[in-house]
């Protein structure tokens, strides 16, 4: 007691505030029994540390599994709440690393709601070094229960929408981020879940039926009242609502008088749903001064929007009353490239995984954001599957970054449904005006060949690696050397195409890689996930060397297979494997990616490093290194000088 004295840190609190008060684990057991998300915004008020100890628990009681520290990692799927539970947590400040997936999201108000809470956590963050939405489970639940369906009869407009994904974007762009990653979402337009007509501001309508909107009321002494409608109707509580009923039952527990006493007053504070003050919307509270100190170089932020009550029907969101409003122009986001302050994003990478982002609605948003992060954009990742060829048009002949080292166009890289309708002269438009490319990788795209003219004054001094469609690699190949000086590396994909689309990959047009080849001296890299046809187009270049080029290869010295990891390669497969590599002459390297084999028929697992070891080297006597899965690297010894009763797999 004597030492508690010395501090006065347990008595010279005031009434009321038990932050710092040196509580034993059973109190905060008890506490934490009365949580759930609207309570910890006010918990977050009175004491850092309880706020941390009952967020944790709340995570516990969800039975789901996530990492905080710098990284919020939540794609998977997680309950409706957590977003919001983040964003009340005030000593959330440290992610530098976002991740997040609203897979439990089952109506168009619960995307917009967890939408406005991701922007509002990172807003809260000092830096935010990582970005990344999935919206694929919004697009399977539209999907399967349809546009209307999912709007449940909220009427919010397309440009509400774009609105509010450009400004999360934008405020993440603002806090530094270098990694952008935006997946699917685009059966949000295609599958009608937005209403019409035109809306200056992000607002919300119900039908007739649904005029009156679900309220939440703490009684004087219950507490806060659950609200009971659970049918379309029913709208998400206010973010300046009060806390939900009370959970139970609570653990009985011995507590010391003092901290009894102190439990009590908070137990009431729940109780009296934090009555004393009018709370204040949780849209419109933001962190300290003393967290987050402003600065006279820092940028205004774009104000939250509050969920209120309207005066017709439904609910709406309105913009805070004296905070500017954001544009692609002012200080606050992405300067245009014609005029504006001179802020530049530090992007670095950027995946456009999404048709929406390429919408006329995005289209200016996302040119004008690739331009704003031209001098420090080294990857852009695009995967897309039906944006038209007018559109692929215009922005492989308008984009243009300064800086740019590895560039992906792809489908998908497991199943082609329609091949992207790139014209081959817009593509190589684009790479004629992006020298610094170092790796690029295409996949699904319609084959073809660009024409003279502007193969010609192709120029790639920093191309060391591409991969494509064998059309692509084999016009790349054609190429002078002098164009692509730096070349070591191509890879002629294998592309697997959907049952739909009744076109079987013909491995024939791998003879055009082969041949291109020369006597150049590269990786060659092939794909190997499409059985269908392959051993055919294999036999006959084995019994026939004439009728293919592979024993010709001499200059051929690393091999770069590819599999994928949802084949997993039995001894015939291993058999194919190993005749495939001794057809090259020179082969002396072999790296394997997504490689994996059924430990039960082969009887030897991967991790067991001398029986891989004995297996490629009593089958490939050519063969001097192995690497698997890029961790695996094995230096391979001849059979002739392996030792004596040598047991490997045979």
């Keep these: 007691m004597a030492k508690k004295q010395k501090h006065g840190s347990y008595f010279d609190k005031p009434k009321g505030?038990?932050?710092?008060?040196?509580?034993?684990?059973?109190?905060?057991?008890?506490?934490?029994?009365?949580?759930?998300?609207?309570?910890?915004?006010?918990?977050?008020?009175?004491?850092?540390?309880?706020?941390?100890?009952?967020?944790?628990?709340?995570?516990?009681?969800?039975?789901?599994?996530?990492?905080?520290?710098?990284?919020?990692?939540?794609?998977?799927?997680?309950?409706?709440?957590?977003?919001?539970?983040?964003?009340?947590?005030?000593?959330?400040?440290?992610?530098?690393?976002?991740?997040?997936?609203?897979?439990?999201?089952?109506?168009?108000?619960?995307?917009?709601?967890?939408?406005?809470?991701?922007?509002?956590?990172?807003?809260?963050?000092?830096?935010?070094?990582?970005?990344?939405?999935?919206?694929?489970?919004?697009d399977f639940r539209i999907q399967k229960c349809g546009g209307?369906?999912?709007?449940?009869?909220?009427?919010?407009?397309e440009t509400a929408f774009q609105e509010l994904l450009c400004s999360l974007v934008t405020t993440a762009v603002n806090k530094g981020c270098k990694s952008l990653d935006i997946s699917k979402g685009t059966a949000l337009f295609t599958g009608r879940a937005f209403g019409a007509g035109p809306l200056t501001r992000p607002s919300y309508s119900k039908t007739k039926k649904q005029a009156a909107p679900v309220t939440i009321e703490p009684g004087p002494k219950e507490g806060p009242q659950e609200a009971t409608s659970k049918g379309p109707g029913a709208s998400l509580p206010s973010l300046g609502s009060q806390p939900q009923a009370l959970k139970g039952p609570r653990p009985e527990v011995e507590l010391p008088g003092r901290a009894r006493h102190s439990l009590l007053n908070l137990k009431r504070l729940f109780q009296t749903g934090f009555r004393k003050k009018k709370p204040k919307p949780m849209a419109s509270l933001s962190p300290t001064p003393t967290t987050t100190p402003p600065s006279a170089s820092s940028a205004p932020v774009r104000p939250e929007l509050e969920v209120v009550s309207s005066s017709k029907q439904g609910i709406a969101l309105v913009p805070g009353p004296s905070e500017p409003e954001p544009s692609l122009s002012s200080q606050t986001s992405l300067p245009m490239p014609s005029h504006g302050p001179d802020i530049q994003s530090s992007l670095r990478e950027i995946q456009l995984?999404?048709?929406?982002?390429?919408?006329?609605?995005?289209?200016?948003?996302?040119?004008?954001?690739?331009?704003?992060?031209?001098?420090?954009?080294?990857?852009?990742?695009?995967?897309?599957?039906?944006?038209?060829?007018?559109?692929?048009?215009?922005?492989?002949?308008?984009?243009?970054?300064?800086?740019?080292?590895?560039?992906?166009?792809?489908?998908?890289?497991?199943?082609?449904?329609?091949?992207?309708?790139?014209?081959?002269?817009?593509?190589?438009?684009?790479?004629?005006?992006?020298?610094?490319?170092?790796?690029?990788?295409?996949?699904?795209?319609?084959?073809?060949?660009?024409?003279?003219?502007?193969?010609?004054?192709?120029?790639?001094?920093?191309?060391?690696?591409?991969?494509?469609?064998?059309?692509?690699?084999?016009?790349?190949?054609?190429?002078?050397?002098?164009?692509?000086?730096?070349?070591?590396?191509?890879?002629?994909?294998?592309?697997y195409y959907s049952s739909n689309s009744n076109r079987p990959f013909d491995h024939r047009l791998l003879d055009g890689v082969l041949q291109s080849l020369g006597a150049r001296n590269l990786t060659l890299g092939?794909?190997?996930?499409?059985?269908?046809?392959?051993?055919?187009?294999?036999?006959?270049?084995?019994?026939?060397?004439?009728?293919?080029?592979?024993?010709?290869?001499?200059?051929?010295?690393?091999?770069?297979?590819?599999?994928?990891?949802?084949?997993?390669?039995?001894?015939?497969?291993?058999?194919?494997?190993?005749?495939?590599?001794?057809?090259?002459?020179?082969?002396?390297?072999?790296?394997?990616?997504?490689?994996?084999?059924?430990?039960?028929?082969?009887?030897?697992a991967l991790s067991e490093t001398e029986k891989v070891q004995d297996f490629f080297a009593r089958r490939c006597p050519r063969l001097r290194t192995v690497k698997i899965n890029g961790r695996l690297s094995i230096s391979l010894v001849p059979v002739s000088v392996m030792e004596p009763g040598s047991n490997g797999p045979q």
């Design 526 to 604: 092939l794909d190997l996930t499409i059985t269908e046809g392959r051993d055919e187009w294999f036999q006959s270049r084995v019994d026939d060397p004439d009728s293919g080029p592979i024993k010709s290869l001499t200059n051929i010295r690393t091999l770069d297979l590819n599999y994928s990891w949802y084949m997993v390669l039995k001894p015939p497969e291993l058999e194919f494997l190993t005749r495939f590599i001794n057809t090259f002459p020179a082969v002396e390297h072999l790296l394997l990616n997504e490689f994996a084999i059924d430990v039960e028929s082969t009887g030897w």
């Design 353 to 495: 995984r999404s048709d929406m982002l390429l919408l006329p609605l995005f289209y200016d948003f996302t040119s004008s954001l690739l331009r704003a992060s031209s001098s420090t954009l080294s990857k852009l990742v695009i995967e897309c599957s039906s944006t038209p060829s007018s559109v692929w048009h215009d922005f492989f002949t308008s984009v243009q970054i300064s800086c740019l080292r590895m560039l992906e166009i792809i489908v998908s890289m497991l199943l082609v449904e329609e091949m992207l309708d790139i014209a081959p002269d817009d593509l190589a438009y684009f790479l004629s005006r992006h020298t610094t490319l170092e790796v690029i990788t295409l996949y699904g795209l319609k084959p073809g060949v660009p024409s003279q003219a502007l193969t010609e004054r192709l120029f790639m001094p920093g191309l060391r690696s591409f991969r494509g469609h064998p059309a692509y690699v084999s016009w790349i190949l054609d190429l002078d050397p002098a164009q692509v000086p730096r070349l070591e590396r191509v890879v002629a994909n294998t592309e």
């Design 148 to 157: 209307l369906a999912f709007a449940r009869g909220i009427r919010v407009s």
């Design 17 to 138: 505030d038990i932050s710092g008060t040196p509580f034993p684990d059973l109190v905060w057991e008890e506490i934490a029994s009365y949580l759930d998300e609207g309570s910890l915004f006010e918990l977050g008020r009175a004491c850092r540390s309880l706020n941390d100890f009952a967020f944790t628990f709340y995570l516990e009681t969800q039975s789901e599994y996530y990492t905080f520290g710098d990284f919020l990692s939540a794609p998977v799927g997680y309950p409706p709440s957590l977003l919001t539970a983040l964003r009340c947590a005030l000593f959330v400040k440290g992610l530098r690393r976002i991740m997040v997936g609203p897979k439990s999201v089952e109506t168009l108000q619960d995307l917009i709601q967890q939408l406005l809470d991701l922007r509002a956590i990172v807003r809260q963050q000092t830096d935010c070094h990582t970005l990344s939405l999935y919206l694929s489970s919004v």
